[in-house]
T-cell receptor
Framework: DVKVTQSSRYLVKRTGEKVFLECVQD?????MFWYRQDPGLGLRLIYF???????EKGDIPEGYSVSREKKERFSLILESASTNQTSMYLC????????????FGQGTRLTVV | GEDVEQSLFLSVREGDSSVINCTYT??????LYWYKQEPGAGLQLLTY?????DMKQDQRLTVLLNKKDKHLSLRIADTQTGDSAIYFC???????????FGAGTRLAVHP
């Protein structure tokens, strides 16, 4: 059974804290993605990575950074959390372009207070 | 530019058909997908269609693609309460690894 696992389902952090969201996939996918999901806005791409140590900005990268030191792990970092980063964060992975399904983690609901 | 649009809500009676619509702007889309998100869960792939196809049927699901109008629809026959979820349309662009998602349509099924 294929799996994308996010380290936390729920997180509560204080404004200004550094926050790490971790994602691990066991499918040997080259590509990994971080999206945030907000009501009425759907999924917006924050960052993605197409190989180890490679990353590209998505549509809303401001306030975020990422790390991909190993193929199976993709971390999203909030350097200094702010209340407008309260959201649901979804990690996904897929093989390289073509008709390949993107597999999603269960999501991390982050609340910044 | 890349843009995928969907209406936000749909309410149907149990047993009726549901039709969820989606429009996209990029003509270089190669594959178009429908994902389902149940409460508290991530997204699961429901079905997909290649851009050179008009229609695809998979049990209760029918996907229709009008490439000229860049319009995609998902029809769910005999809608059940278990179909209540958010449905996302997504496109995969030629030469890109990422998927572009719509805002999602919340389907509510009532007795």
């Amino acid at each position: 059974d294929v799996k994308v696992t996010q380290s936390s389902r729920y997180l509560v952090k204080r404004t200004g804290e550094k926050v790490f969201l971790e994602c691990v996939q066991d499918m040997d996918h080259e590509n990994m993605f971080w999206y945030r999901q907000d009501p009425g806005l759907g999924l917006r791409l924050i960052y993605f990575s197409y190989d180890v140590k490679m990353k590209e900005k998505g549509d809303i990268p401001e306030g975020y950074s990422v790390s991909r030191e190993k193929k199976e792990r993709f971390s999203l970092i909030l350097e200094s959390a702010s209340t407008n980063q309260t959201s649901m964060y979804l990690c996904a992975s897929r093989f390289t372009a073509g008709n390949t399904e993107a597999f999603f983690g269960q999501g991390t609901r982050l609340t910044v207070v | 530019g890349e843009d995928v649009e969907q209406s936000l809500f749909l309410s149907v009676r149990e047993g009726d058909s549901s039709v969820i619509n989606c429009t996209y702007t990029d003509s270089s889309s190669t594959y178009l997908y429908w994902y389902k998100q149940e409460p508290g869960a991530g997204l699961q792939l429901l079905t997909y269609i290649f851009s050179n196809m008009d229609m695809k049927q998979d049990q209760r699901l029918t996907v229709l693609l009008n490439k000229k109008d860049k319009h995609l629809s998902l029809r769910i026959a005999d809608t059940q309460t278990g179909d209540s979820a958010i449905y996302f349309c997504a496109e995969s662009l030629r030469g890109y690894n990422k998927l572009i998602f719509g805002a999602g349509t919340r389907l509510a099924v009532h007795p």
